[in-house]
């Protein structure tokens, strides 16, 4: 099992990934430079939190055009298991491979802390190992993580089940108190309709081990080893 | 033709110039001028500070760089080092708050990846007016914007700091700024000119007309609202730019294609081409024209004292020139071969074909002006000390109450949860805490940090208060289960030409030295930042020290929340009769009274020790240092943190006011399981603290009885909403944008 | 030729910071203040001498790049 | 009445945004462009029928707040 990890200029969590794909997880894990067009046989892309170019003009829109996201959009179209992460997520939303855009936090401010999630799809291959419903505590640390789209779009999204996360209380109830930036409906992650794509703005490679206090995102990078060794 | 006025607009005295015209045999022409008062202003030449600060102790078994470098280093074992170094960027954040705290992130990390290291955590030690005082609100969400902006975005976790507010800093906040990085100790970058002919190398940001004379800047008082007028252009941090300067560097040190580096800081193309010849005894020639400029028509003046950002100039290796401009290359960054080293011992700048400035290199820094400014016994503020004779209070939970929701003991987790404090996957143990830790990846180490001084014990006795500092912040490192192991400091005062302010300096000064003597830290890395006054009224004393400590096994690491119901809570230290300078007089009676607290620095090594060893056996279920708000909030914190009450009883005749809200430095507060109460006072007696069991940990309310007299009884999670809500509540109607 | 692109909130997309800076402006008594909407413009710099052509160019970068039109619209002014 | 403001970086001051974009616009192959400067703009919507009042209006609100003249420029304009 290969892990390749998206190295745009900017990305800060491209070694927080590689250490939980490698040191952790004892799997395969190679950087792909974004100039790079060869995705080297990994069997599944991250896309890596942090700031790619800055941030600037808006997150992810320069990064959308770096020449290896064709390769990811070709990876992805073959079905290939593809995660977004924070600014990963964003750089998604820009390059299209999944819907809707993130706009700044309501409270216009960046925010790092602990939040809870409502696992609502466990069909994907990183969310399997989960529960359905069950209540993940994750750390988020972003200043533009208001996602929003379009009416018709929310309502496909709904009817399709591909909503894979919500944030919500302790207790797993999705309410306003619990959102940490004001995102539509407490949505935190999506995928795509094939399911292959996910994209949260939580941090999974921030709790995956129990010496910072809390592994519980680990579980998102084994159910991609579990994934592909089903395959 | 130099002036008496051009002389005077440098900020240069009679005695300085006619030293450069003996240095140089005849007159300098502007740019050399420019360029003395660069390199001899306070900020650069350190002339008030040197004679005091060569009274530190810098050596150590474990020191591989002292003070004098771009930062300090220190051995950890595993063939790794620490190196970090604590900076100041008061006045810019005062004029600019979100870029003047930005670019002081910035600078200091350059200061530490130069080295070669790879920066893993920032601490931020703030110092703000009161919160109703004129652009305070504004200043505070500003600078706060502004670290998180800067840090954030280049990836580098902010993991703690320290907040106080008082009037004393209504006319000159402070931001002080520290980082830490980790390097392989056999490949550690320093700022030399090395290799005769071998090519001097610019890279990063274009130059602009940033900043010129911000270094001399930094070296001047304000005048009111003249923060408001003079002021060179603001720097602009680009931390996008500085991030690829950051990977690049890092990248360009995997290979020995380097001989030197040193990054463009304060002074800019100045201070690192003549720091860098000055440190080999070489020489360096530059080609101006080739410097990349932002703007049009930039004259050699300008382009030697730009201030701009996210600038470094290195030396290469002649026959390695192309490997090092392809790194550069790759990451999309201006590198241009600007000149190359000599033997001549002078700095020759050429522009336009012309030579326009050509100095000897190391005079510049070596026979810089010294300075024993005159001194005068630092006086404490007057006034009686009402406190001895004052009657008792009536209700002490309101007291406690009060003090959980003043700006200075409320959480302070609206500032940090903008900061980024988990990037990198390091943080063990986050803000919030005595101090923070860090693991060191691929060890099983940790390393601890805690940035500390109470400016409040310095305005009445700079020299305990220093020396203090230097306590606290050992004590709350050792609290995490970490041993000391050495400081970096900043060094905040007012106008070092006032006697009364150099004398405050001297003792502060002297402070720390003692402290570090007595605790075996030697300091690595400093800075000093005078002249913050404004219409005349200096800040406190205000000696920042950032202590590093080092954990041999992380899995070991201790923290401040009670964790265990039926748990024993003890006291380690004694409590004196000691309320002066404590936030309970300013808080409840509303005064600045003294006296500062007294310091036994034996005992404190002692109780240091103690805490660490008891960490290293896994005694102990929680530590937690007493400090601001005394012994009744440091109970208060370790319940609220680990949601769980706690029963306490104390016996001692002292003032109960002193007992609970009394600062006496030397105390900790440590809870246990039963079992290991004898155990742990066995060590205790061995090493002479003194030791008492003070109360179990259990239920959901704090209770606080002397001699059977219930004086505070409240449910946590009440204080805890006070404590967590207070801050934001305060600031809340800062205006954002 | 100097371009100017000015990027905005679609109406019907809510504007965080729009919303957040009249309540600002509420605070500093500007009480006439009913609504902010907070945009962004670019002020380019493009070489060519056909004002058509430098628009049509322009408005290209603004749907590539300047604006994201699920939930920004923008206009283009050629101002020399 | 409707206002509308602009806010720039100052000449003299570096844009790293406006740098960074200009960048991005090159690789994209707009090998015209020359220079971009990005600022914000925003469009108030302002009780009050004297045009002259409200554009003295915004022109203090955007010194109190919209901009931070020490490091950026704008302009005013009443729109209707
Ligand atoms: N500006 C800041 N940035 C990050 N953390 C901060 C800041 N100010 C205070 N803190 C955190 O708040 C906690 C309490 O700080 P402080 O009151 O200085 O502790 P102590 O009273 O033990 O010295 C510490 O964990 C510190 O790191
Ligand atoms: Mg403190």
Redesign the interface.
């Known amino acids: 099992m290969k892990f390749g990890i998206v190295v745009f200029p900017g990305s800060n969590c491209d070694a927080d990934c590689y250490h939980v794909a490698k040191d952790l997880l004892g799997c395969e894990a190679e950087y792909i430079w974004h100039h790079d067009t060869d995705l080297k046989g990994a069997d599944a892309v991250i896309l890596p939190g942090g700031f790619a170019y800055g941030d600037y003009l808006r997150a992810g829109a320069l990064a959308r055009f770096s020449p290896v996201m064709e390769s990811v959009a070709e990876f992805a179209g073959k079905g290939g298991a593809v995660l977004g992460i924070c600014n990963g997520f964003q750089v998604l939303l820009e390059a299209g491979l999944l819907p809707g855009a993130v706009r700044i936090n309501r409270g216009l401010r960046y925010v790092c802390r602990d939040i809870h999630l409502r696992v609502e799809n466990d069909a994907t291959p990183f969310t399997s190992l989960y529960g359905k419903r069950s209540v993940v505590k994750m750390p988020v640390g972003h200043m533009e993580g208001n996602y929003t789209a379009p009416p018709e779009t929310l309502e496909e999204l709904r009817r399709e089940g591909r909503i894979v996360f919500r944030y919500c209380d302790s207790e797993g109830r999705v309410v306003d108190s619990a959102n940490p930036n004001g995102a539509v409906d407490g949505i935190a992650g999506i995928c795509n309709r094939e399911g292959n794509v996910v994209g949260l703005m939580p941090h999974p490679d921030r709790c995956s081990e129990s010496l910072l206090g809390n592994d519980a995102g680990i579980k998102m990078f084994e159910s991609a080893v579990a994934a592909l060794a089903a395959r | 033709m130099i002036t008496e006025e051009l002389i005077k607009e440098h900020n240069l005295s009679e005695e300085e110039y006619s030293r450069i015209l003996e240095i140089l045999g005849r007159e300098p022409n502007l740019v050399e001028l420019g360029i003395f008062s660069a390199m001899w202003s306070e900020h650069c030449s350190y002339k008030s500070s040197r004679v005091h600060l060569k009274r530190l102790p810098t050596a150590g078994p474990r020191v591989i760089q002292g003070p004098g470098e771009n930062a300090g280093v220190v051995d950890i074992g595993d063939g790794l080092a620490v190196v970090f170094k604590m900076e100041s960027h008061n006045h810019p954040s005062f004029?600019?708050p979100?870029?003047g705290a930005a670019t002081g992130v910035g600078g200091i990390l350059r200061d530490i990846f130069t080295m070669g290291a790879r920066p893993i955590a920032s601490l931020n030690s703030l110092r703000f007016g009161r919160l109703d005082a004129p652009r305070m609100k504004h200043l505070v969400d500003g600078v706060v914007?502004g670290i998180?902006g800067y840090g954030?975005?280049?990836?580098i976790p902010t993991v703690g700091g320290e907040t106080t507010f008082h009037r004393g800093y209504d006319g000159n906040v402070l931001v002080n700024v520290m980082n830490l990085g980790i390097v392989r100790s056999d490949r550690i970058f320093l700022g030399r000119a090395e290799g005769v002919g071998n090519p001097v190398v610019y890279v990063g940001?274009k130059t602009?007309?940033?900043g010129i004379h911000g270094a001399t800047m930094a070296s001047e008082e304000f005048a009111a609202d003249e923060a408001h007028q003079k002021?060179p252009?603001?720097?602009?941090?680009?931390?996008?730019?500085e991030?690829?300067l950051m990977e690049a560097c890092l990248e360009l040190f995997e290979t020995d294609a380097v001989t030197g580096i040193q990054d463009m800081g304060a002074a800019g193309l100045t201070s690192s081409s003549f720091e860098m010849a000055g440190r080999a005894g070489s020489g360096i020639e530059l080609d101006l024209s080739k410097v990349p400029v932002?703007?049009t028509g930039m004259t050699p003046y300008e382009i030697m004292l730009s201030e701009?950002?996210e600038r470094m100039l290195l030396v290469a290796r002649r026959d390695r020139l192309e490997e090092v401009l392809g790194i550069f290359r790759k990451?999309?960054l201006d590198a241009v071969e600007i000149g190359r080293v000599t033997d001549s011992e002078r700095v020759v700048l050429f522009f336009e074909g012309k030579i326009v400035a050509d100095l000897p290199a190391a005079p510049l820094s070596d026979r810089a002006p010294r300075y024993d400014r005159p001194r005068s016994a630092p006086a404490a503020p007057a006034g009686p000390m009402l406190w001895r004779d004052e009657p008792e209070l009536v209700d002490y939970g309101d007291v406690l109450r009060r003090l959980l929701a003043s700006p200075n003991v409320a959480e302070k987790?609206w500032i940090?949860?903008?900061?980024?404090?988990?990037?990198?996957?390091n943080?063990?143990e986050r803000p919030g805490g005595d101090a923070a830790v860090m693991?060191v990846?691929g060890t099983k180490k940790a390393i601890a940090m805690k940035s500390d001084v109470n400016p409040f014990f310095c305005m009445f006795d700079p020299y305990r208060g220093a020396a203090i500092a230097v306590a606290e912040a050992a004590r709350s490192v050792a609290c995490t289960g970490a041993r000391p192991l050495a400081i970096t400091d900043c060094l905040n005062f007012g106008n070092p030409e006032k006697p009364e302010v150099m004398g405050q300096f001297e003792a502060a000064v002297r402070g720390i030295a003692d402290a570090c003597q007595a605790l075996a830290v030697p300091v690595v890395s400093g800075n000093v930042s005078f002249y913050n006054e404004t219409d005349g009224r200096a800040i406190p004393p205000t000696p920042t020290v950032g202590m590093v400590g080092l954990m041999e096994d992380?899995?070991k690491h201790l923290r401040m929340p009670f964790r265990k119901a039926g748990d024993l809570v003890a006291l380690l230290g004694t409590s004196r009769d000691e309320l002066g300078a404590s936030e309970f007089l300013r808080v409840i009676r509303g005064r600045d009274e003294g006296p500062c607290p007294e310091v036994d620095l034996d005992a404190e090594r002692r109780l240091i020790d103690l805490l660490a060893t008891l960490a290293e056996e896994g005694r102990l279920a929680s530590a937690h240092d007493v400090s601001d708000g005394g012994l009744a909030v440091a109970l208060a914190e370790c319940a609220m943190e680990g949601n769980l009450g706690a029963a306490i009883e104390l016996d001692s005749g002292l003032r109960l006011s002193s007992l609970l809200f009394g600062e006496t430095t030397g105390r900790a507060v440590i809870s246990f399981a039963p079992e290991a109460e004898s155990a742990i006072r066995a060590a205790a007696d061995s090493s002479r603290v003194p030791f008492s069991i003070i109360g179990r940990v259990g239920g959901d309310r704090l209770s606080i009885s002397v001699r059977n007299r219930t004086l505070i009884d409240d449910d946590v999670t009440g204080l805890t909403s006070l404590w967590r809500g207070a801050f934001v509540h305060a600031i809340e109607?800062a205006?954002?944008? | 030729m100097k371009v100017e692109v000015r990027v905005y909130p679609r109406e019907d997309v809510l504007d965080p910071q729009g919303k957040a800076i009249a309540a600002a402006l509420g605070r500093l008594g500007h009480r006439a203040v009913r609504d902010v909407r907070a945009g962004k413009v670019f002020f380019l710099d493009v070489a060519g001498s056909d004002p058509k052509a430098v628009e049509a160019d322009a408005r290209r970068m603004a749907e590539e790049l300047l604006a994201n039109t699920l939930i920004e619209g923008f206009d283009v002014r050629v101002l020399a």
């Not at chain 2, 252009?233 to 730019?241: A, E, I, K, L, N």
């Not at chain 2, 940090?416 to 996957?425: A, E």
């Open positions: 004029i600019e979100y870029q914007r998180a954030n975005c280049i990836g940001s602009g007309r940033d002021r252009t603001v720097q602009v941090g680009d931390p996008f730019t991030k690829l932002r703007e701009s950002q990451w999309e987790s940090w949860s903008q900061y980024d404090h988990m990037v990198q996957t943080t063990v693991r990846k992380v899995a109607a205006d954002v944008l």
